[in-house]
């Protein structure tokens, strides 16, 4: 065999000395014959592409060729030319060549079909190959690490995939070629004091993500996630499905069986769970999602839990500005005074927040004698407002300006602190009987003014 000009073509010549699909010459053709994935589900619609390079010389111009499966089970396509299981294609010296395939065959339940592919060409021939069939199935079933299973409140879990026949497959790079759908679907049943349903997340569409060598699922929005009433044991069970087009290829579930205990959530925590609506459906599902999700970012990472809440927080109403503000006041009054922790809080909320992007301004009341909101005609100001017995928080878009007419007590200094997505800036003026107009702009990461 001629060896090959480059580093990729050594380094894939090594990977066919081990079994992958690189095409192996017959007559020495210089070209290269490469499947962008090892295997592809057994779904009728499911994709791959063979990727040709012709390393001929530039001198001696296009080369014709066929290229032909040997399982009549699918259907190659040219760019802008034929399709067929056998096609001819036109290689150009040095410039790739990108050809569809896609499975037309039944869903095999057994052991993977291996499709051929053959490119003929007037100086010799070359043959591929990859797998069509993949056996998904959960692996393994656990609580987020460092989530608390508590009582009342949602635990965040992590799944675990594998595929059966490829133990080593890239499952992110091989699911993503398929441009599919993957369906997990969660149901529970606490088992103590005597059987019942658990309120879960339920259905969620899914990416697959690789973690430490290991493969997991990972929602669109939020994470897989249960809510427990009460201590004690608790069954999980985990179905899903690879869906393409109208195809669908189950996923062999998983159960696990946990113990629900320690003491109920208090705080910021209890606050979250309240804010789950009663019920099924596809909104308090959302809700519990994205509300597990936070509680496991909580307290280490604040901004984390807040950008988890964001979405539920703005709701699906026509004014999302006046439900982001009252609910971001809400959780102010449940978050532990520590300042730091509050503002980090603020901003995850303000990053993920529908309708934005948004800004807020906080003023502190300590030393505060009155305070009026206006825009910059002088008109009062139209946008949210929430008045908190410590302080005043303002809602404004990015581009908005708003007006404070401050006067003091003489009692505090004030505080007034603006909180947008990509940082904090703060201004405090003295303590005094003082009198100013203080121009806040959404946009700018900049300190109040003047």
Known sequence: MRRFRSLRGLILGALWVLGSALGTAQGAPRVELVPRVPAI?????????????????LASGPQRGVLSLTSGLGVLSVPGGAEGPRVEVELDPGVPLAVAYRYTGPDLKGKPLREEVDLTLPEGSVRTGFDVGMALEVQKVSPVPGARVSPGLPVPLRVEVVDRFHPGANLPAWIAAQQGVLELRLEGQSLDPEPSGLRTTGTQRCSVRERSG???????????????????????????????????????????????EGEPPAGVLRWMAGRIPPGEGEAPSRSLAAVAQAAAFWPADPRGAGKALAPILTGEGADPGGALLRNAAELLEAAPPGEETNLRLLQGVLTGARGGPWGLVRVDRGGLKALRLLDTQGAPYGGPKVVLPRETLVGLRAGQRLVLRLSGNGGAPVTLTKILPEGVRSKTYPAGTWEKAVTVYGDRLAAPAP
């Open 214 to 260: 290991r493969f997991e699922l990972v929602p669109q929005a939020g994470v897989p996630a249960f809510l427990a009433p009460h201590r004690g044991r608790v069954r999980i069970q985990v179905q899903g499905a690879l869906i393409l087009g109208n195809a669908r290829s189950p996923l062999a579930g998983g159960i696990q069986e946990l113990t629900v």
């Open 41 to 57: 589900p057994s779904l009728p619609g499911a994709r791959n592409e063979l990727r040709l390079h012709w390393k001929g010389d």
